[in-house]
């Protein structure tokens, strides 16, 4: 087999060393009448044989690249540079463990450390750890801080009504067992009412909805109540957008899919914390530091590790263990590649992109875009049902959006519309014929 | 490892010793020792009311993490803050300038049912 | 190695540079509102060979599978077949969104549903979910659906999680996150549970038992079906830690010794890589008992079409969308070439390899349970003067060999944890182990070589300590 290389005359020579008459013998252990069951599944296959056979599975996929695509609502279709997965998928990163050993493991190291570096300054925060599964699991886990940090008398958890359903939905997983009360605000998070019982407002920047809500003054108003301000953001939009963190913001997390990884179906995304000074040593997640060798040569360790499960057990901060090393390269590569000015560039294509969008839907007669700023997502209310519409159009080769209907079943004229720098004026302007021709 | 002849201790490795009102509280130089170099002291708001065996803090080496235990009940009157900014203070001098809090007992009386110096030193070395 | 000191990406950044063209703007500009506009942002500015060199060299700076033998116990560090990657990179999957229609989606969901129906029969499982992103991720799955299990029952009296003291970390601290407290179970004189000790710890508050088999000592609990029935007959469940089950495909099927709800690791034993830490899979499976509970959506076939259904008593969602589906594709890709016979052939060569190397290496290296192993085994590194575990990882390096897994678990003094895995030949073996009886030698002769390696890689050992103490997590121009 081309992954077990022992032959028969290893195997002999081996079973001699142990003492042991077969391998069947190693595994006496195991109760006899279980051992050994017939296991029901399709004989192995050859490499060829078996990628063939996956290859036509994935082509019964409908994929954005040979559609006009639209559809965001948290996994977002940019431009993923050539060099980001030529140099993430290499041997020594793909095969590599957690880097428990520092001396052969600086490559994977000094990555994560100019990644925590790179988002502390895009969050505008002092720190951010090495990664959690994905946007929806870090905020949970931001929650979970600020319960620790309110403690027992603070147990109120203010989140946005506009923030991804999908991530209310892991919040409410992750605090099944903690009795806390998880309500929803609408409106400016300055406004969110946080009181003496509140452990933390949640602000979306941008919501679900793509709305740029102002978040000056929600820290304040936050604070003075004695609740942690989190923000939950777009990595994109910070290249253009003020940080959380300027603005007051305890947390930040974001989806960091966005940079550098494909849509993949929803996963592998990448989990993004970071957080001010004062929270370092209550964050969850494995961190990287500077450290020096008796040379005095600059090196990276895993450090703080008295956080974590493998020290303190039950009473760690979280149970996480592992991160989402490859989407985090593959997020360090991207933000290395485009800079300070490429980051920003595609943040404006997105923004101008989407408004030029919004601007020509907006003039369709019956349809109607939602008031307030966006960056590149935003709802637009459409004359016949958005569902209708969406099954419609991607059997045309144009992907317009998400029927909001799909998590809210009495919002049944909206459509969430996405645009980035994927898409061409063409593909706008064929947006636009297609949803007024749909709606007839 | 050493003992302070002037304190007495929890058979979780604090110690406890009058001074002047208050009482300064720590750990044993056995329980340093047995941490490893420490690199952060956790330690509690000025004006808590702890219970005797309620934990008041962590104290953090990078392979281990220790919850530590108030000997006696009482309010915190101060922090070490000596420790927060140099914490291998406790490795030094874990019965001097390495102590945690003070506090102001609530009952003194719980003082005399610590271990004194040779059971605590006779328990510890068991370990 | 690349043993050149590679600086930071923002000490080779140079005002102005860009590693990525983009398109000219094709719509009119429309103004940001000065009141939202950040004003600056600090990332480095870098040419496209510049990034390319860092990453190349970055690289060289790591040992990995691919370029040496990594015997890093528990963390089954197999070898993970390149198909596997032409596989994840179709462009059929890249392109793919969870939000499209199930319609648009049959490929990925068919792939999902194949590979659940894979891992119920090599479990034994009703039903598996594949939403949680890693093994401590399922675990914490696995939990809350226990706790769901006793609570839809009426009975909020079971608090009590039992974890043998061989555990993983993450198990106490899965069971803290779903309100539940724990209780350690000691090990017996062989390795196993204490079974005393599990019968008194039995009663009505109990929840259920956190079994990891093989445990962590690399030996396959022999009371597993006594520990089940005892739980059971106390109304616990049992979870099964599926961390080593690389000793298991096609030997034994978890289900059939009564466990409960199990998770597994793709990332371990279905050879998807590691990535320097991530993204994993960890699976869960239930039997009959918990099978409603499971995280969701997961793939169901109607006819001939595939659909994304929420189990009917789910726990909820353990992360947005549906799992590190790349991850998947790997995992069903090895499962695919492997076929039954193979996955049983994987357990038996690991298992023997692992046999081997410690009939080799047990004279020197004392091992503290000297039963038949599994698929890994622990070793001490203590017997020589003034030499810990830790300088004999260190000087392991120097021959070219990842370290084993060190000071875990717990309960073995001077842990050395060695899981060689069925992808490496008798040859490396036989290399590893004759480095590893230079280093016993060593040990004894010239401690000081072991207390001050490595000697040839980047860095020397780092002062952890200062790391800590005064930590510096961000680059500070």
């Known amino acids: 087999m081309p992954f077990i290389p022992n032959t028969d005359a290893d195997r002999e020579a081996m079973l001699a060393a142990v003492g042991a008459r077969s391998v069947e013998e190693l595994f006496s252990d195991i109760p006899a009448d279980k051992r050994f069951p017939k296991l029901g599944l399709p004989e192995g296959l050859s490499e060829l044989e078996a990628l063939r056979e996956i290859e036509a599975m994935a082509s019964r996929n409908e994929v954005a690249s040979k559609s006009a695509w639209f559809l965001g609502a948290g996994a977002y279709n940019h431009f993923i540079p050539a060099a980001v997965p030529a140099l993430a998928s290499r041997g020594e990163f793909l095969s590599a463990y957690t880097p428990y050993q520092p001396e052969v493991s600086q490559g994977t190291l000094q990555a994560i450390f100019e990644y925590q570096s790179m988002a502390a300054e895009l969050f505008g925060v002092d720190t951010v750890n090495a990664s959690h599964y994905d946007g929806a699991t870090a905020l949970a886990e931001a929650v979970i801080m600020a319960l620790n940090h309110g403690g027992s008398g603070r147990p109120r958890i203010m989140l946005p009504a506009a923030l991804h359903p999908e991530y209310k939905d892991v919040v409410r997983t992750y605090l099944a067992a903690f009795p806390v009360e998880v309500e929803e605000y609408a409106g400016e998070p300055a406004a969110a009412g946080a009181d003496a019982r509140t452990a933390c407002v949640v602000a979306a920047y941008p919501d679900f909805e793509g709305r740029v809500r102002d978040l000056s003054g929600a820290a304040e108003a936050a604070h003075a109540a004695g609740a942690l301000f989190i923000v939950s953001a777009d990595p994109i939009m910070l290249g253009l957008l003020k940080s959380p963190g300027s603005m007051g913001a305890d947390i930040v997390t974001a989806e960091g899919q966005s940079l550098g990884n494909a849509m993949n179906y929803g996963g592998p995304f990448l989990g993004m914390m970071g957080a001010t000074q004062k929270f370092v040593r209550k964050m969850p997640g494995r961190i990287v530091g500077q450290a020096a060798d008796h040379d005095g040569r600059r090196g990276f360790v895993l450090t703080l590790s008295a956080r974590e499960q493998h020290i303190r057990r039950e009473k760690a901060v979280s149970n996480i263990c592992s991160n989402q090393g490859l989407a985090m390269l593959q997020a360090t590569v991207y933000l290395e590649a485009l800079g300070k000015g490429g980051l920003r560039a595609v943040a404006e294509l997105c923004w101008n992109k989407a408004h030029y969008a919004a601007g020509l839907i907006a003039e369709i007669p019956g349809f109607a875009v939602a008031d307030g700023e966006y960056f590149k997502e935003f709802v637009v209310k459409t004359p016949v049902p958005a569902a209708s519409i969406v099954e419609k159009l991607e059997r045309r080769g144009v992907m317009p959006g998400l029927a909001l209907s799909r998590y809210y079943p009495d919002r049944t004229h909206e459509l969430l519309v996405c645009v980035t720098e994927m898409n061409t004026r063409e593909q706008i302007e064929l947006l636009a014929r297609s949803l007024e021709e749909a709606s007839v | ?127 | 190695m690349n043993l050149k000191p590679e600086p930071l990406a923002f000490e080779l950044s140079s005002p102005g540079r860009v590693g990525v063209a983009l398109p000219k703007r094709d719509v009119p500009a429309v103004p940001v509102p000065e009141a939202l506009l950040r004003d600056e942002l600090k990332l480095p500015e870098l040419d496209e060979l510049t990034v390319v060199r860092h990453f190349t060299r970055l690289s060289q700076k790591n040992y990995s599978i691919d370029t040496e033998f990594y015997p890093l116990g528990s963390c089954t560090m197999k070898y993970n077949p390149k198909a596997n990657e032409a596989a994840a990179a179709l462009p059929g999957w890249k392109g793919s969104h969870p939000l499209a229609s199930d319609r648009c989606n049959q490929g990925s969901i068919e792939l999902i549903w194949k590979l659940q129906e894979s891992l119920k029969a090599i479990g034994g499982f009703e039903a598996v979910s594949l939403q949680p992103a890693a093994g401590a991720h399922g675990e914490l799955a696995g939990v809350f659906m226990i706790r769901a299990y006793h609570l839809s029952r009426g009975d909020s009296r079971r608090v009590k999680m039992l974890i043998p003291d061989s555990a993983h970390g993450t198990n106490p601290a899965s069971c803290t996150m779903a309100g539940l407290t724990t209780v350690t179970i000691p090990s017996d004189a062989d390795g196993g549970v204490d079974m005393a000790a599990l019968k008194a710890a039995c009663d009505d508050t109990v929840a259920g038992i956190m079994i990891t088999n093989p445990s962590t000592l690399g030996l396959f609990e022999r009371n597993i079906e006594a520990i089940a029935r005892i739980v059971h007959e106390a109304g616990g469940l049992v979870y099964g830690d599926g961390a080593n089950m690389n000793a298991l495909t096609g030997v034994l099927r978890p289900a059939d010794v009564g466990i409960d709800v199990m998770h597994f690791n793709l990332h371990k034993t279905f050879s998807t890589p590691h990535g320097g830490g991530g993204p994993g899979v960890g699976m869960v499976g239930a039997g009959k008992a918990l099978a409603a509970f499971l995280p969701g959506p997961i793939a169901g076939r109607k006819g001939e079409a595939y659909a994304m259904e929420v189990p009917e008593r789910t726990i909820g969602r353990m992360k947005a969308f549906y799992g590190n589906f790349g991850v998947l594709v790997r995992a069903y890709t090895y499962i695919r070439m492997l076929g039954a016979e193979g996955l049983r052939r994987v357990a038996e060569s690991a298992v023997l390899n692992a046999n081997y190397l410690k009939a080799r290496l047990e004279k020197a290296y004392p091992v503290k349970y000297p039963r038949r192993c599994m698929h890994e085994f622990v070793a001490m590194g203590n017997f020589a003067d003034g030499v810990h575990t830790l300088d004999i990882a260190k000087r392991m390096i120097d021959y070219g060999f990842h370290p084993p897994t060190i000071y875990f678990p717990l309960i073995v003094p001077e842990a050395l944890m060695i899981e060689p895995t069925e992808t490496e030949s008798k040859e490396t073996l036989d290399g590893f182990v004759e480095a590893m009886l230079k280093i016993a030698e060593e040990a004894r002769t010239s401690p000081e070589l072991l207390r001050e390696a490595p000697h040839a890689t980047p860095v020397g050992r780092l002062d952890e300590v200062a790391a800590a103490r005064c930590p510096v997590l961000c680059y500070r121009g």
């Open chain 2, 1 to 127: 490892m050493s003992v302070d002849k002037n304190s007495r201790y929890r058979s979780s490795h604090e110690w406890a010793r009058k001074d002047g009102a208050r009482y300064l509280v720590g750990i044993s130089d056995h329980a340093q020792e047995a941490l490893g170099d420490i690199v952060f002291v956790e330690l509690p708001e000025v004006g808590k009311q702890l219970k005797q065996g309620e934990a008041f803090g962590v104290i953090e080496s990078v392979k281990a993490a220790s919850d530590v235990y108030m000997p006696m009940s009482g309010k915190v009157v101060a922090v070490n803050d000596a420790v927060s900014g140099d914490p291998a203070l406790v490795n030094r001098e874990p019965y001097a300038g390495g102590w945690l809090v003070a506090i102001e007992a609530s009952a003194p009386a719980e003082w005399d049912g610590l271990l004194d110096p040779a059971a605590y030193e006779a328990e510890a070395g068991k370990e």
